[in-house]
């Protein structure tokens, strides 16, 4: 099938690689910070996950929320839980589902690591971008997010 809109699609992918290298370059910046030490930067992401909602998930929806397979989470849990970050329970409503929750560690570990993180991120973002700049980089990226679930994928076929 011939493309129809080969313009379109050039700049959409230039679009996709420039937002993609900017990902990756602030990462790597981000994870050069030594704060780093202390928790993994996906063990971090498995505590904010948890303090956004409120300090406990079921197992499936924190897989739901993480960049990761649900095999990776359970064994990331079960590292997490030996170092007393978080427990793992049964859920009244539900014998065969796990539910995880945030220690006092694991609360304070994400307070203390993710405000060091957030100073990261303003420095690297703020320093680059000014107030109304990130808001607009700011909408644009949530309209695209969201735009998303309207989209087709392409037919292979």
């Not at 079960?78 to 589902?97: I, K, N, Q, Y």
């Not at 570990?109 to 680059?128: K, P, S, T, W, Y």
Request: aromatic share 4%.
């Amino acid at each position: 099938m011939a493309e129809q809109h080969p313009t379109s699609d050039r700049r959409a992918a230039a679009t996709w690689e420039a937002l993609f290298r900017t990902q990756a370059e602030l990462l790597r910046r981000l994870q050069e910070d030594p704060i780093w030490h202390e928790v993994s930067l996906r063990e971090y992401d498995v505590l904010f996950v948890l303090t956004q909602a409120g300090g406990a998930l079921r197992l499936r929806d924190l897989t739901g929320r993480l960049f990761l397979v649900q095999s990776s989470v359970s064994r990331l849990v079960e590292r997490m839980e030996s170092r007393g970050l978080l427990t793992r329970s049964t859920p009244s409503d539900d014998a065969r589902g796990t539910l995880v929750t945030l220690t006092a560690e694991g609360r304070r570990l994400q307070h203390d690591v993710g405000a060091r993180h957030q100073e990261a991120i303003g420095r690297f973002v703020g320093g680059a971008l000014d107030d109304d700049e990130q808001r607009a980089l700011r909408g644009l990226l949530e309209r695209l997010r969201s735009a998303q679930a309207g989209i087709a994928a392409p037919d292979r076929s």
